[in-house]
């Protein structure tokens, strides 16, 4: 979830923006995906890829501080290696936009139709709509709604955790690895989804009061909450639920924790949630788009709005399209999370080993070879969902070519 803030802030609003970058609405429901997966041995893939976001949101934060300028991951990646790569990245981001936002509107129908009875489908498409026909009318989410949306699922989880907790009953961790490492290697696979977002530190360096400390700061407190979070959801919710858990396992926490009157209250936060990350992402890629085909990785057609102030309505059109047949053919959540981890995953990884290569030497530095090992390890574990990443490389990469072979404006043959 990206968020853009002015002004100078302090460490308890950076915080709470680094937190949103992170946290999102796919914690409704990849409890039970990564359950599904490893059984209670998921809890291992949760701590894994807490462990992993230790280096990676210093290293993102290392970053922001000495380049507090920075466009984004796709800008460091051609900081370091060349614009092919920067182009590359740009399009794992662009291309996971349309698998991602449409998992995201799936997770808000699978709650709508469960606590309020619609229809899912039809509840994700409404949902789908409503953001697309948002930003194309020029709404955009602030940075206070974005912070009140995210303070609304914290509400949620914590809520879940705490009322649910007194009810665990040991018997549900047990077996524990029914499907051995492989089972725990899988549920990372789809945990990537909720553990992307940290290079959002890259971006706020220079809004912080304490340009030098004050990002560095908020992202420990910000891993912390998140570590507290996220071990407290996946403990409670197998240790109450067991492995087997309902695929709303937030709503069902809840109704054992305070009764029904959870089940409408979710379905609720559930559609408001969805729409704020969609909404905000559908900004966020229709912008990367445009900047795409004025660097020659998209058509040029699709450059237009996409300076301050416009709406790249031609490159939102784009996403329409390519959302379109995501929305029709996939009608497994598990696959496109897994997918579009993929994508996040090797975004994230380009970015830390673009660190190492623009950090110098000295102790980010190898906090940035640590993050860039931990990341490689966390992408073999997305197995053969790479091919949605590899594929995308190929787009852009030919892209490139086609933009380097069209004639200049006025030339003749």
Do not use: K
């Amino acid at each position: 979830m990206t968020v853009r803030t002015s002004g100078r802030i302090g460490l308890g609003q950076g915080t709470a923006l680094l937190v949103g970058a992170v946290l999102g609405p796919g914690m409704l429901v990849l409890p039970h995906l990564a359950a599904s997966a490893a059984g209670p041995a998921s809890m291992l893939a949760w701590a894994w890829l807490l462990a992993l976001s230790v280096p990676v949101a210093l290293t993102f934060a290392a970053l922001g501080v000495r380049y507090p300028d920075a466009g984004g991951v796709a800008s460091f990646v051609g900081l370091a290696f060349g614009r092919h790569a920067s182009a590359v990245a740009g399009w794992w981001f662009y291309g996971a936009v349309p698998l991602g936002i449409v998992a995201g509107a799936s997770v808000g129908g699978r709650y709508v139709e469960a606590t309020l009875g619609v229809h899912g489908v039809l509840a994700a498409c409404l949902i789908l709509m409503a953001a697309f026909g948002a930003n194309a009318a020029g709404l955009r989410t602030s940075g206070g709604l974005q912070i009140g949306l995210v303070a609304l699922l914290v509400a949620l989880l914590a809520t879940a955790v705490i009322a649910a907790a007194p009810h665990i009953d040991p018997v549900n961790f047990t077996p524990f690895a029914p499907y051995g490492l492989a089972g725990v290697a899988g549920a990372a696979g789809v945990l990537m989804f909720a553990f992307v977002g940290w290079e959002a530190a890259s971006h706020l360096s220079a809004e912080f009061a304490d340009s030098r400390r004050g990002l560095v700061r908020a992202t420990v407190v910000a891993l912390a909450a998140i570590t507290a979070l996220y071990l407290g959801v996946s403990i409670v919710s197998l240790g109450v639920l067991g492995a087997d858990m309902p695929g709303v396992p937030l709503t069902a926490l809840l109704e054992t924790g305070i009764g029904a009157v959870a089940r409408p209250i979710t379905g609720v936060v559930a559609v408001l949630l969805t729409f704020g990350a969609i909404n905000t992402y559908i900004a966020g890629a229709s912008r990367l788009g445009a900047a795409l085909a004025r660097d020659g990785a998209l058509p040029g057609w699709f450059a237009r709005g996409g300076a301050p102030g416009g709406t790249p309505y031609r490159s939102m059109g784009l996403l329409v399209v390519l959302s379109l047949p995501v929305l029709i053919w996939a009608v497994d959540l598990d696959l496109l999370m897994r997918a579009t981890s993929a994508c996040l995953a090797a975004v994230t990884a380009a970015g830390v080993a673009a660190a190492v290569r623009v950090l110098p030497a000295g102790r980010h530095r190898n906090t940035a070879v640590a993050g860039t090992g931990m990341s490689l390890v966390a992408l073999a574990f997305c197995g053969v969902h790479l091919v949605v990443p590899a594929v995308l490389a190929l787009v852009a990469l030919g892209m490139l070519r086609l933009s380097a072979r069209r004639p200049l404006p006025g030339a003749r043959g």
